[in-house]
Nanobody
């Protein structure tokens, strides 16, 4: 059974930092494209960052470039999202997800972790 469990969310002030973790079980993250998504109240879910399964190439939405980094520890089977210089508009529930190489969609999702940035 595949499980993705996010942790590390919380409340920080503008300019602060958080590191989110996504611990995976039932799948090996090195052969999946792993992604972070977020959804703010009243808004659609958006893709924030991703890391390719084979190449490790990363993707970031423009609004977080230069502030967020994505990484993975294949020994711990865990993915991370380091978020620096946080802004109130980063406030959202953050989800991690896994996409098999053969799929065009993310098939596995975590339950999310709340990130709140106060001004």
């Amino acid at each position: 059974q595949v499980q993705l469990v996010e942790s590390g969310g919380g409340t920080v002030q503008t300019g602060g930092s958080l590191r989110l973790s996504c611990a995976a079980s039932g799948l090996t993250i090195s052969i999946y494209t792993m992604g972070w998504f977020r959804q703010a109240p009243g808004k659609e879910r958006e893709s924030v960052a991703a890391i390719s399964s084979r190449t490790g190439i990363t993707y970031f939405v423009d609004s977080v470039k230069g502030r967020f980094t994505i990484s993975r520890d294949t020994v711990k089977n865990t993915m991370y999202l380091q978020m620096n210089s946080l802004k109130p508009e980063d406030t959202a529930v953050y989800y991690c997800a896994a996409r098999p190489e053969s799929s065009k969609s993310y098939d596995y999702w975590g339950r999310g972790t709340q990130v709140t940035v106060s001004s």
